[in-house]
């Protein structure tokens, strides 16, 4: 609940182990209560090393650090999106060859099962009981499957930074099978060189590539062994290692690039170290590697040598990645520069500025010292003050500056922003005729910025509600014209609609505007009530319209729910999954070549067979943005049933009927309060499936009659619903048992609700939900509405196609 004021902070693997984790683990997690699906439709060394293709990065060509142990990515920082998969350079195995492969780790993935429990607990939690459930698995095991419990032990090792037992129990892995060899010997590697046992290391990775020819760790390799042999005083020996990846994939990474500059700097060429350093800091300014290049060059005294374009365009990476505290100082460096011009100095005192603001620490006096130039610095300026303004609500100095900014810099990006910031705060206010026209001014003015079609959606919305309806059916008409692919566009779809319906009396018209809507936007919320619409319009006949008729669904890709015979990377990503190294699942099935229709399915699956709904959800929602514009029918029911997934059914069921709810309308609210994670607790303290306050978690449990109720008790499924389920009864018997206005107290508190709900009136409900100012509560309202004619609809296609309806289970 209150979702809109909170973050994740944390998650634990079971309810009856909180005491333990609450000390031990702090997972940030997004916000899954202000998630919505509905998106726009268009939002779419050796010789075996991997080449790289121009135009497209490669497999882990980020700033993953290979010689950092333990230092393992996130399966989300590993997400597969847009990720190339560059090909191997040597022979690829024949199917025979990859078939037996394949076979042989799936009889290691049957023989470990029954370590997957342990394994996950042990990555999740380390604890000394989580180490000894698996290390006696693997004492009484011998074979692939004790070296899945080895490997499973020095992963967690590792993370520990417990090196030496991460190189024993690496070395049993290695002893005991093969089928994760190449894990075992990499993450030995790794615990090696931070143990400074770096001979030992170099044995490991020596011939790496040519023992595994199609690992996912070969375009790390040549870093880490690079790293090692100048552990070893062999600089010569890591330039080699380096200069044989030279144009593969392995280049690109910020990590390679570093160890690339150390190997120079330590052969005495200091010059191509320099330019490797400078590269790496300004090609890849976030990351790690970065800072220890610049403190390189620092320590080489050629810092110094950075021009103001380069050190500037850092300052602008720091702002745009939102470090601002590094972008002030960034800026505050280069106005020391000496031989600057005054437009300089003056672009990075307002630069500066801008970061204090992100701060909050900026004040009046701060802006109004800097130069009050006729350049964009000054507009920049000006739209500081502005902000200022606001942030106070000085309304007639906000006016004063935004009319002051329109004289005198009328085609600045900063007056567009100040015009947008401008109508957000007038929205707010109610004050809809002010919010008009500092939308409309924007969109007419700027029709190209980034906030032109939301500018101009508001607009026609906002003139909707004072009841100008041929100014808001105009807006709309454009909307639809200018803007076809925007976000916005299907609400203006739908209320030029309501409009044709209620104003024009043009039912055909209306017609097609709603049918454009369930033809492109299938599961939108518009979708749904554009059903109902059509439902009450009866038998109309739908009109040539050609400015909807050309608003059509965008091609679906392939996507199948079978997967390949021979392919031996899903094979080990499954047994992974057995060893709890979660972080390498998505890339290891990414490997495969042939994965483009089937990986997304694969991955996610793999995360529910050990009980990670929300992080199977999550991966296929990344996959899927198009999910929400597709039939039922267009995707196969494996992936709905996951994007729309059915755990806990019976207990869901049981606790509905007893608070006279629709069990859909319950599982679609946890869908988007917590994407079915059980053990999460949110920043702002909200417990579990339903996100219950502490305070009313103890509230419902006295009217339940439950006694010696404890907190950690919420993160107990079963309890959880229970008590959610009487306290969502309960929000709609205050709200009049009304769905829209529950699931906006639920999400924004009651008290909000009631004021919102005294701004109308409204002519329907729809109404009212797209009349919610916070977007976040408006999108949460929607996506839930939403969610339960979407899972209604799997449901029914399910039963059409004679198969089960969904895992509806415990």
Same mark, same amino acid.
């Given at each position: 609940?209150?979702?809109?004021?909170?973050?994740?902070?944390?998650?634990?693997?079971?309810?009856?182990?909180?005491?333990?984790?609450?000390?031990?683990?702090?997972?940030?997690?997004?916000?899954?209560?202000?998630?919505?699906?509905?998106?726009?439709?268009?939002?779419?060394?050796?010789?075996?090393?991997?080449?790289?293709?121009?135009?497209?990065?490669?497999?882990?060509?980020?700033?993953?650090?290979?010689?950092?142990?333990?230092?393992?990515?996130?399966?989300?920082?590993?997400?597969?999106?847009?990720?190339?998969?560059?090909?191997?350079?040597?022979?690829?195995?024949?199917?025979?060859?990859?078939?037996?492969?394949?076979?042989?780790?799936?009889?290691?993935?049957?023989?470990?099962?029954?370590?997957?429990?342990?394994?996950?607990?042990?990555?999740?939690?380390?604890?000394?009981?989580?180490?000894?459930?698996?290390?006696?698995?693997?004492?009484?095991?011998?074979?692939?499957?004790?070296?899945?419990?080895?490997?499973?032990?020095?992963?967690?090792?590792?993370?520990?930074?417990?090196? /030496?037992?991460?190189? %024993?129990?690496? &070395?049993? @892995?290695? +002893?005991?099978?093969?089928?994760? =060899?190449? $894990? #075992?010997?990499?993450?030995?590697?790794?615990?090696?060189?931070?143990?400074?046992?770096?001979?030992?290391?170099?044995?490991?990775?020596?011939?790496?590539?040519?023992?595994?020819?199609?690992?996912?760790?070969?375009?790390?390799?040549?870093?880490?062994?690079?790293?090692?042999?100048?552990?070893?005083?062999?600089?010569?020996?890591?330039?080699?290692?380096?200069?044989?990846? /030279?144009?593969?994939? %392995?280049?690109? &990474?910020? @990590?390679? +690039?570093?160890?690339?500059?150390? =190997?120079? $700097? #330590?052969?005495?060429?200091?010059?191509?170290?320099?330019?490797?350093?400078?590269?790496?800091?300004?090609?890849?300014?976030?990351?790690?590697?970065?800072?220890?290049?610049?403190?390189?060059?620092?320590?080489?005294?050629?810092?110094?040598?950075?021009?103001?374009?380069?050190?500037?365009?850092?300052?602008?990476?720091?702002?745009?990645?939102?470090?601002?505290?590094?972008? /002030?100082?960034?800026?505050?460096?280069?106005?020391?520069?000496?031989?600057?011009?005054?437009?300089?100095?003056?672009?990075?005192?307002?630069?500066?500025?801008?970061?204090?603001?992100?701060?909050?620490?900026?004040?009046?006096?701060?802006?109004?010292?800097?130069?009050?130039?006729?350049?964009?610095?000054?507009?920049?300026?000006?739209?500081?003050?502005?902000?200022?303004?606001?942030?106070?609500?000085?309304?007639?100095?906000?006016?004063?500056?935004?009319?002051?900014?329109?004289?005198?810099?009328?085609?600045?990006?900063?007056?567009?922003?100040?015009?947008?910031?401008?109508?957000?705060?007038?929205?707010?206010?109610?004050?809809?005729?002010?919010?008009?026209?500092?939308?409309?001014?924007?969109?007419?003015?700027?029709?190209?910025?980034?906030?032109?079609?939301?500018?101009?959606?508001?607009?026609?919305?906002?003139?909707?509600?004072?009841?100008?309806?041929?100014?808001?059916?105009?807006?709309?008409?454009?909307?639809?014209?200018?803007?076809?692919?925007?976000?916005?566009?299907?609400?203006?779809?739908?209320?030029?609609?309501?409009?044709?319906?209620?104003?024009?009396?043009?039912?055909?018209?209306?017609?097609?505007?709603?049918?454009?809507?369930?033809?492109?936007?299938?599961?939108?919320?518009?979708?749904?009530?554009?059903?109902?619409?059509?439902?009450?319009?009866?038998?109309?006949?739908?009109?040539?319209?050609?400015?909807?008729?050309?608003?059509?669904?965008?091609?679906?890709?392939?996507?199948?729910?079978?997967?390949?015979?021979?392919?031996?990377?899903?094979?080990?990503?499954?047994?992974?999954?057995?060893?709890?190294?979660?972080?390498?699942?998505?890339?290891?099935?990414?490997?495969?070549?042939?994965?483009?229709?089937?990986?997304?399915?694969?991955?996610?699956?793999?995360?529910?067979?050990?009980?990670?709904?929300?992080?199977?959800?999550?991966?296929?929602?990344?996959?899927?943005?198009?999910?929400?514009?597709?039939?039922?029918?267009?995707?196969?029911?494996?992936?709905?049933?996951?994007?729309?997934?059915?755990?806990?059914?019976?207990?869901?069921?049981?606790?509905?009927?007893?608070?006279?709810?629709?069990?859909?309308?319950?599982?679609?609210?946890?869908?988007?309060?917590?994407?079915?994670?059980?053990?999460?607790?949110?920043?702002?303290?909200?417990?579990?499936?339903?996100?219950?306050?502490?305070?009313?978690?103890?509230?419902?449990?006295?009217?339940?009659?439950m006694t010696h109720f404890q907190t950690f008790q919420l993160l107990d499924p079963e309890v959880n619903i229970r008590l959610g389920t009487r306290y969502l009864r309960q929000m709609l018997d205050h709200l009049g048992n009304v769905?829209?206005?529950?699931?906006?107290?639920?999400?924004?508190?009651?008290?909000?609700?009631?004021?919102?709900?005294?701004?109308?009136?409204?002519?329907?409900?729809?109404?009212?939900?797209?009349?919610?100012?916070?977007?976040?509560?408006?999108?949460?309202?929607?996506?839930?509405?939403?969610?339960?004619?979407?899972?209604?609809?799997?449901?029914?296609?399910?039963?059409?196609?004679?198969?089960?309806?969904?895992?509806?289970?415990?």
């Amino acid at each position: 609940m209150r979702a809109c004021f909170r973050q994740y902070s944390f998650v634990m693997p079971a309810w009856r182990c909180v005491a333990a984790a609450l000390s031990l683990i702090m997972v940030v997690l997004p916000v899954a209560g202000q998630a919505s699906d509905d998106q726009d439709p268009a939002a779419r060394h050796s010789t075996t090393s991997r080449k790289k293709t121009s135009g497209s990065k490669a497999r882990g060509a980020s700033s993953a650090n290979a010689k950092s142990p333990g230092a393992t990515k996130t399966s989300a920082s590993r997400s597969t999106s847009g990720r190339h998969k560059p090909a191997s350079r040597g022979r690829r195995a024949t199917k025979a060859e990859r078939m037996a492969r394949t076979a042989h780790m799936r009889k290691t993935f049957v023989a470990s099962t029954e370590l997957r429990p342990m394994a996950q607990q042990l990555a999740m939690m380390r604890t000394p009981e989580a180490y000894a459930g698996v290390t006696t698995y693997a004492h009484k095991h011998t074979g692939e499957a004790a070296a899945a419990a080895y490997l499973a032990l020095g992963h967690a090792y590792l993370l520990d930074k417990r090196y /030496a037992d991460a190189e %024993a129990a690496l &070395r049993q @892995a290695r +002893q005991a099978g093969e089928d994760l =060899a190449d $894990f #075992a010997d990499f993450l030995n590697a790794q615990a090696s060189h931070a143990a400074g046992d770096d001979a030992a290391a170099e044995a490991l990775l020596h011939g790496f590539l040519d023992r595994y020819p199609d690992s996912i760790f070969d375009d790390q390799v040549p870093e880490l062994e690079a790293n090692v042999l100048l552990a070893l005083n062999n600089a010569s020996g890591a330039l080699k290692v380096l200069q044989a990846a /030279a144009g593969l994939a %392995a280049e690109d &990474r910020s @990590a390679y +690039q570093l160890a690339l500059g150390q =190997a120079q $700097f #330590a052969l005495g060429q200091k010059d191509i170290a320099e330019r490797v350093f400078k590269k790496l800091l300004l090609d890849h300014p976030l990351s790690s590697e970065a800072q220890q290049a610049r403190a390189r060059l620092t320590q080489m005294g050629v810092e110094g040598t950075l021009t103001a374009q380069e050190l500037s365009s850092l300052g602008d990476a720091y702002y745009k990645g939102g470090r601002y505290a590094d972008a /002030a100082e960034q800026y505050r460096a280069l106005m020391r520069m000496p031989e600057l011009s005054e437009r300089d100095h003056n672009t990075f005192a307002v630069s500066v500025a801008a970061c204090d603001w992100k701060l909050k620490r900026l004040t009046p006096a701060m802006v109004q010292g800097l130069a009050d130039t006729d350049d964009d610095n000054g507009a920049r300026r000006l739209y500081l003050l502005m902000e200022l303004a606001r942030d106070r609500d000085d309304i007639v100095d906000q006016q004063r500056i935004v009319d002051l900014m329109e004289s005198r810099f009328g085609r600045s990006q900063w007056l567009a922003e100040a015009l947008f910031s401008s109508g957000n705060m007038y929205l707010l206010k109610r004050d809809y005729s002010h919010a008009v026209q500092y939308y409309k001014y924007l969109a007419d003015q700027f029709p190209d910025s980034k906030n032109a079609a939301a500018a101009h959606w508001r607009a026609g919305w906002l003139s909707y509600r004072q009841r100008l309806y041929p100014d808001a059916a105009s807006l709309f008409e454009d909307q639809i014209r200018l803007y076809p692919r925007a976000t916005e566009t299907v609400a203006a779809l739908y209320w030029r609609a309501r409009l044709y319906e209620l104003v024009d009396h043009k039912p055909a018209l209306a017609a097609a505007n709603y049918r454009a809507i369930l033809r492109t936007y299938q599961h939108f919320f518009y979708a749904q009530m554009s059903r109902e619409r059509l439902a009450q319009l009866g038998d109309t006949q739908t009109t040539t319209a050609s400015q909807v008729d050309r608003i059509q669904p965008l091609p679906l890709p392939k996507l199948v729910d079978t997967f390949p015979e021979d392919s031996p990377h899903l094979a080990k990503a499954r047994l992974l999954a057995n060893a709890g190294l979660n972080e390498y699942i998505a890339e290891e099935i990414a490997a495969d070549p042939d994965s483009e229709s089937w990986s997304a399915l694969a991955e996610a699956q793999i995360y529910a067979s050990y009980g990670e709904t929300f992080r199977a959800m999550r991966s296929l929602k990344r996959a899927l943005p198009y999910a929400a514009s597709a039939p039922i029918a267009s995707i196969p029911l494996a992936y709905w049933r996951i994007l729309f997934p059915e755990p806990y059914w019976e207990t869901i069921k049981a606790e509905s009927a007893k608070n006279n709810l629709d069990p859909y309308f319950v599982a679609s609210l946890i869908r988007q309060e917590s994407e079915f994670n059980p053990s999460v607790v949110s920043y702002a303290n909200a417990w579990g499936l339903m996100q219950l306050l502490p305070s009313v978690g103890k509230q419902m449990a006295r009217e339940e009659g439950m006694t010696h109720f404890q907190t950690f008790q919420l993160l107990d499924p079963e309890v959880n619903i229970r008590l959610g389920t009487r306290y969502l009864r309960q929000m709609l018997d205050h709200l009049g048992n009304v769905p829209e206005y529950a699931l906006a107290a639920y999400n924004a508190g009651e008290s909000r609700v009631v004021d919102w709900q005294s701004a109308g009136p409204y002519q329907g409900m729809d109404e009212f939900v797209e009349s919610i100012p916070f977007t976040q509560t408006r999108d949460y309202v929607q996506a839930i509405l939403r969610n339960v004619e979407t899972y209604k609809a799997i449901d029914a296609f399910a039963k059409e196609q004679g198969m089960e309806t969904g895992s509806k289970g415990q």
